[in-house]
């Protein structure tokens, strides 16, 4: 399976715009990028995917580079509750169950 | 609340017994995934069932089980219990279980606690 690589930690300042990063060379064509976060003492919660183009929800945005070998979270204004780790995913097409790495953990400040 | 739901939230027991944790999908779902989340390894998949059926196995031990019934709940026995067994068990569900693009609810887990 193709591996991510995330920093293990950042912090954000409430209200301000987090940047979370991932990268992932090896991905390959069939490789959807998921997000999903945890927040404490909860399980895991989704929070985004896209294959090729830039996607946006209600939670985040997904911005996904040209080549497709990084790709980035965007929370557009942190709150406290957005404090939680963050898992950067591939899943192949026909892959149903998701493969966690150590993900990232972000620290919101008031 | 994501709509999955997991019983026990807490469960204690000694080495060498066998429990069984209860998972209820999402209404609707036809698939359900448990992951096994300790300090050492983090979250892992263990097996997923679509539709009653096995359809995926990942790294669970050969002294778990699990099954999907009719009515699409889950159960996740373990056996023969040892101290690093002690963990959160989480479940999850999603409707179809095959394409990637598939979201998955996660249940709040189970805390099992090995003495």
């Known amino acids: 399976d193709a591996k991510t690589t995330q920093p293990n930690s950042m912090e954000s300042n409430e209200e301000e715009p987090v940047h979370l990063p991932c990268n992932h060379s090896?991905?390959?064509?069939?490789?959807?990028i998921h997000w999903y976060r945890q927040l404490p003492s909860q399980g895991p919660e989704y929070v985004i995917h896209?294959?090729?183009s830039n996607v946006n929800n209600r939670m985040a945005s997904l911005a996904i580079a040209e080549d497709r070998k990084s790709s980035t979270l965007i929370l557009h204004r942190a709150t406290l509750r957005d404090a939680a780790v963050y898992y950067c995913i591939l899943r192949r097409g026909s892959q149903g169950n998701l493969i966690f790495g150590k993900g990232t953990k972000l620290s919101v400040k008031p | 609340d994501s709509g999955v739901t997991q019983t026990p939230k807490h469960l204690i027991t000694a080495t060498g017994q066998r429990v069984t944790l209860r998972c209820s999908p999402r209404?609707?779902?036809?698939?359900v995934y448990w992951y096994q989340q300790s300090l050492d390894q983090g979250l892992q998949f263990l097996i997923q069932?679509?539709?009653?059926?096995?359809?995926a196995k990942g790294n669970i031990l050969e002294r778990f089980s699990a099954q999907q019934f009719p009515d699409l709940h889950s159960e996740l026995n373990l056996s023969s219990l040892e101290l690093g067994d002690s963990a959160l068990y989480f479940c999850?569900?999603?409707?179809?279980?095959?394409?990637?693009?598939?979201?998955?609810?996660f249940g709040p887990g189970t805390r099992l606690t090995v003495l």
């Open positions: 090896t991905i390959s064509g069939t490789d959807y």
């Open positions: 069932y679509y539709n009653g059926e096995e359809r």
């Open positions: 209404s609707g779902d036809l698939s």
């Open positions: 896209g294959l090729t």
């Open positions: 999850a569900s999603s409707s179809r279980g095959v394409a990637g693009v598939d979201e998955q609810f």
